[in-house]
T-cell receptor, first 111, second 114 residues
Framework: DVKVTQSSRYLVKRTGEKVFLECVQD?????MFWYRQDPGLGLRLIYF???????EKGDIPEGYSVSREKKERFSLILESASTNQTSMYLC??????????FGPGTRLTVL | DQQVKQNSPSLSVQEGRISILNCDYT??????FLWYKKYPAEGPTFLIS?????DKNEDGRFTVFLNKSAKHLSLHIVPSQPGDSAVYFC?????????????FGKGTKLSVKP
């Protein structure tokens, strides 16, 4: 079974803090993705990576950065958290052009 | 512009009846279509897919129909069960031309009442 894990299920941070969200997959997948889900807006792609040290901007990259130093790990970084970044963050992985498998999500609240 | 539209934000169905969830797309390069199901506070899980070379794919109670000329697909759930209550996302991709990116619709929240 594919397993995608995310470092926290719930996180509360203050405005201006630096936030790290970690995602690990155990299936040797090439692709990894970060989305955010907001009511009425569906899933919006923030960043994705198709190889170690490679990254591509998605639809809403502003205010975020990512890091992929190892194939199994993809980190999302909020350099200076703001209240409009309160959201559910979802990580996914896939083989090249394969089905994406998602982690359980991190509910981030920025106060 | 939205490439993928799920025009019904919500749908309520009686247990045992058929649920029909619709999805329209604009990009004619899409050739592989996936449906995901999402429960609250969980990540989406893959449900069923269909390639553009087919017009129907069935898996148990779930059937997906594709009408390429109309750029429309639908997910049928028969019979609907209370455990099917979730948000359903349509997610197509350009299989040959992309690196694996899916374009997600905004989702339809299905409620199946006992």
């Amino acid at each position: 079974d594919v397993k995608v894990t995310q470092s926290s299920r719930y996180l509360v941070k203050r405005t201006g803090e630096k936030v790290f969200l970690e995602c690990v997959q155990d299936m040797d997948h090439e692709n990894m993705f970060w989305y955010r889900q907001d009511p009425g807006l569906g899933l919006r792609l923030i960043y994705f990576s198709y190889d170690v040290k490679m990254k591509e901007k998605g639809d809403i990259p502003e205010g975020y950065s990512v890091s992929r130093e190892k194939k199994e790990r993809f980190s999302l970084i909020l350099e200076s958290a703001s209240t409009n970044q309160t959201s559910m963050y979802l990580c996914a992985s896939s083989t090249r052009q394969g089905i994406q498998f998602f982690g359980p999500g991190t509910r981030l609240t920025v106060l | 512009d939205q490439q993928v539209k799920q025009n019904s934000p919500s749908l309520s169905v009686q247990e045992g009846r058929i649920s029909i969830l619709n999805c329209d797309y604009t990009n004619s390069m899409f050739d592989y279509f996936l449906w995901y199901k999402k429960y609250p506070a969980e990540g989406p899980t893959f449900l069923i897919s269909i390639s553009s070379i087919k017009d129907k794919n069935e898996d148990g109670r779930f059937t997906v129909f594709l009408n390429k000329s109309a750029k429309h697909l639908s997910l049928h759930i028969v019979p609907s069960q209370p455990g099917d209550s979730a948000v359903y996302f349509c997610a197509p991709m350009n299989y040959g031309g992309s690196q694996g990116n899916l374009i997600f619709g905004k989702g339809t929240k299905l409620s199946v009442k006992p």
